[in-house]
């Protein structure tokens, strides 16, 4: 008996922080085929159009102008696309790849699908399914606060830190502007963006964001149980979110090294402020696990395969 047809996978970028992420996950598989560029061709256009053309699934873990130069370079209708970068995430022609948030049934249906950024994975996580409910209003002023590992800034940030030394915490995009509002926007429901204040801490993978809330100044005066029991329906059956018990500390570290995303929802004894939080890995669910998860989907094997759990 002949042995059953894998798919073949190419990550163009696999020389990259994400890229190499993913490869990791990616490895030990044998219900697919990893396809590679050596390290003198990863760049050449040509070698690259042809690894994409041959590929049944690319992953894309490139800067954005870089990764719609690797869409223009597809030729046929098989080859079916895992963006990872910040290029197509508002494309009306691509699917957003939550599935948490979107559904299983079309990131598993999708010829273009488009990793969510590490950011609004956490804000949308917490903030889309109350949008949904009628617990926040979809005009509602939303602010969120957010610090990342220092690997969200790809290779140029990990050498930055490595070898000069860098702060210990830092703001930036204090001129309230980022690449991530627009699908914050767009995937939350939202008709105005939030006010995003992130930062990069000291530690090289992990993921903090948070969204402060007057419950009391909303329409619906949510309980912080209301809340909760809103997220825990939203993500009942879903392996890779937990909706958490309240807890006077949550720490970047939590879900680092791992492909999870905990949400809790913090509050004052009479409920009338609430911090919803988010804990995840910005090279987990925020980009290699959740690149890998939508693979798993499109190509219709096991969907925990190559996840940390
Ligand atoms: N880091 C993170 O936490 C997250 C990253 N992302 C997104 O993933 C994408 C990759 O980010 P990241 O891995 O951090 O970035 P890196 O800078 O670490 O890696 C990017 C890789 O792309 C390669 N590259 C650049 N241009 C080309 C090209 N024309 N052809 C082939 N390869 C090319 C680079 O080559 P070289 O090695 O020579 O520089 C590098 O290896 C970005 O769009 C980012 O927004 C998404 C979520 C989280
Ligand atoms: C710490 C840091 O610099 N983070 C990046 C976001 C991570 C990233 O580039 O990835 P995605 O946009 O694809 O999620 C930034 O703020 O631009």
């Not at 597809?74 to 948490?100: C, K, L, M, Q």
Request: hydrophobic share 45%.
């Amino acid at each position: 008996m002949s042995p059953p047809v894998t798919p073949t996978v190419f990550i163009d970028g696999a020389a990259g922080t994400t890229g190499l992420e993913i490869a990791e996950r990616l490895s030990a598989r044998t219900d697919l085929t990893v396809a590679t560029l050596a390290e003198d061709r990863r760049k050449d256009a040509a070698a690259r159009a042809e690894a994409i053309n041959d590929a049944d699934f690319v992953i894309l873990c490139l800067p954005d102008d870089a990764a719609r130069e690797a869409i223009a370079l597809i030729r046929n209708d098989r080859t079916r696309v895992i963006d990872a970068s910040s290029a197509h995430r508002v494309a009306p022609d691509w699917t957003y790849g939550f599935p948490e948030l979107v559904g299983r049934d079309r990131v598993a249906a999708a010829a273009r699908v488009s990793n969510p950024g590490c950011y609004p994975t956490g804000f949308l996580a917490l903030v889309a399914p109350l949008v949904r409910a009628g617990l926040i209003p979809a005009d509602w002023p939303l602010t969120v606060h957010a610090a990342s590992g220092y690997s969200g800034g790809g290779k140029a940030m990990v050498a930055e830190y490595q070898n000069a030394g860098a702060p210990a915490f830092r703001a930036y995009a204090l001129g309230l502007g980022h690449k991530h509002l627009p699908e914050m926007t767009v995937h939350a429901g939202l008709a105005h963006p939030p006010i995003f204040a992130p930062a990069v801490a000291d530690t090289y993978r992990g993921m903090l964001v948070e969204v402060p809330l007057h419950l009391r100044a909303l329409p619906a005066k949510p309980s912080p149980a209301q809340l909760h029991d809103a997220l825990a329906a939203a993500y009942a059956g879903q392996p890779l979110v937990t909706v958490a018990e309240p807890s006077p500390v949550v720490t970047i570290e939590e879900n680092a090294g791992t492909d999870r995303l905990t949400l809790r929802v913090c509050a004052d004894a009479d409920g009338d402020q609430a911090r919803l939080v988010a804990t995840l890995d910005n090279l987990g669910k925020g980009a290699g696990g959740a690149a890998v998860q939508n693979l798993n989907l499109m190509a219709g094997l096991d969907p925990l395969a190559g996840l940390i759990v």
